[in-house]
C-alpha cells in the first residue's frame, strides 16, 4: 500500500501564492508518476498535473500552465505543486495521487490522498 497525505492549502487572494505538499510512504517503489487533481464544488474531478518519480517527465493542464509546477523530492517521497498567479476558478479540493502510468487519466492511478482545500477569493 501507497499513504498520501496533502498539505498547503488554505485562502488566498487572487493573484496569490500556494504550494502544495504531497507526502508518500509505503510501498512507493511500486508508482512510477505522481499527479495532482482538483475538484470544485459540483463538477466532477479533473486532472492538473502529473510528474515521474525518475525521468521528470511532466505534463499539465492547459488552465495551469505557466502559472503551476509541478515538481519531486525523491529523498523525501514528497511532490509539490506550486501555484502562482491563483483565480478564483482554481478553487477546489486538491488531490494527489500515485500510479503505474503517467497519465492524466484518474484511471491510471491506485493511491489517492484525503484532498486539501485550496479557495482563492476575488
Known amino acids: 500500500q501507497v499513504q498520501l497525505v496533502e498539505s498547503g492549502g488554505g485562502l488566498v487572494q487572487a493573484g496569490g501564492s500556494l504550494r502544495l505538499s504531497c507526502a508518500a510512504s509505503?510501498?512507493?517503489?511500486?508508482?512510477?508518476?505522481m499527479g495532482w487533481f482538483r475538484q470544485a464544488p459540483g463538477e466532477e474531478r479533473e486532472f492538473v498535473a502529473a510528474?515521474?518519480?525518475?525521468?521528470?517527465?511532466?505534463r499539465y493542464t492547459d488552465s495551469v500552465k505557466g502559472r503551476f509546477t509541478i515538481s519531486r523530492d525523491n529523498a523525501k517521497n514528497t511532490m509539490y505543486l506550486q501555484m502562482n498567479s491563483l483565480k478564483p476558478e482554481d478553487t477546489a479540493v486538491y488531490y494527489c495521487?500515485?500510479?503505474?502510468?503517467?497519465?492524466?487519466?484518474?484511471?491510471?492511478?491506485?493511491?489517492w490522498g484525503q484532498g486539501t482545500q485550496v479557495t482563492v477569493s476575488s
Open positions: 509505503g510501498r512507493t517503489f511500486r508508482t512510477t508518476a
Open positions: 510528474i515521474t518519480w525518475s525521468g521528470g517527465l511532466i
Open positions: 495521487a500515485a500510479g503505474s502510468r503517467w497519465a492524466a487519466a484518474e484511471n491510471s492511478y491506485d493511491y
